[in-house]
């Protein structure tokens, strides 16, 4: 018999991560509206700001993301010393999982969470256990019903992917206070600039140890090419994760660029208001031609069909016309497209397609 390499346990049970479309065969035109980018792209000073590291390409980053993490610590209100940056909010839930899951353990995820929680999971040789959503919103008693003594971590994204709702303020906090302190609790606020009022969860992280939140460059910054994310949690926790993080991780370039981007407050706030004026606009009109659609609180419209059969004639119809949105089935979401917000003229090409698809004009 021969030997053979060994994958570690867990592996082979990761279905593939499947992104985004970006490219219609023999179109040049296309409206990409299948990834949550920000259609306004990065502030004009984090372009500038990676422009101007050409010149460093030869030197290695700093290891300690000093200037980063101050620049997100004075614009959050955040001590820079419970703040560790990443390669992507990915890199960070991947420090996450590694440093508080293994085979033998449980993570909890939701039934339509972001598809990169059981990945994790399986990634450290833990078995995700998805629990049920009320009416597409994170159900907490649900997640609380489900912790046993093998339970060592809970994702969830808030506002969520692909379903843009958010779960109460009383029941995350309900959810906080419930878990065992054994239990890591994750708060992914990929979207939480676009969520009113909401800080992404600070004050439960200041509240419980065993709470972490993560944020992203990659949303409100337009900056998901350029792949930095960054998490905040107690000084214990951030220690365990820096020991897992590979000391160069972040580029130059990565660096000066998100600085510049998250210092660049006033653009960021544009943005916001933009998506929310649009967001508003794009769901009122899919709601009036008979499309359901729940609150959004995020940079995106998860829009509700008849069918599945309905879900993707629109599904066609939107690439006739040259324009990509995410369809959902993998996410148990069959009868649903997510649509990214664009800006104001990507919304009403997407209300003009829709419109001539359900008859209405
Ligand atoms: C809920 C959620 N979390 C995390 C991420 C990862 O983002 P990134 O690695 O670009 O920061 C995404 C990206 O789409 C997301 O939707």
Known sequence: MTDT?????????????VSGESTLKGRDDVLK??????????????MAAFAAAAGQLHRYPATDHAGLRAAIGAVHGLDPDRIICGVGSDEVLQFIAQAF??????????????????????????????????????????????????????????PANPTGTM?????????????????VLVLD?????FA????????????????????????????????IGWGYAQRSVIDVLNRIRQPFNLSNAQLDAAEAAMRDVAYTRHCATENARW?????????????????????????????????????????????????????????????TVGDEAACRRIVGVLAAFKGVR
């Open 33 to 46: 509206l299948s990834s949550n980018e920000n259609p306004y792209g990065p502030s004009p000073r984090a």
């Open 101 to 158: 899951a293994g085979p033998g353990d449980e993570a909890i995820t939701t039934e339509h969470g972001f598809s990169m929680y059981p990945i994790l999971a399986h990634a450290v040789g833990a078995t995700p256990v998805e629990v049920p959503e009320r009416a597409r919103v994170v159900d907490v008693d649900a997640i609380l019903a489900a912790v046993t003594d093998r339970t060592r971590l809970v994702f969830i994204a808030n």
């Open 189 to 193: 606020g990929a979207y939480a600039e």
């Open 279 to 339: 967001r508003d606009w794009l769901r009122a009109a899919l709601v009036q031609m008979g499309i359901g659609c729940d609150e959004s609180h995020a940079n995106f419209i998860l829009a509700r069909f008849a069918s599945p059969e309905e879900a993707d004639g629109a599904d066609a119809a939107l690439r006739a016309d040259g324009i990509l949105v995410r369809k959902v089935a993998g996410y148990k979401l069959p009868d649903c497209l997510r649509i």
């Open 167 to 183: 779960i109460p303020d009383a029941d995350l906090r309900r959810l906080a206070q419930g878990l065992p302190g054994t239990v």
């Open 196 to 227: 009113a009022g909401y800080d992404g969860g600070v004050s439960l992280v200041d509240a419980h140890p065993n709470v972490i939140m993560t944020r992203t460059f990659s949303k409100i910054h337009g900056l998901g090419g350029l792949r």
């Open 5 to 17: 390499i060994r994958v570690q346990p867990g592996i082979m049970d990761i279905a593939l991560y």
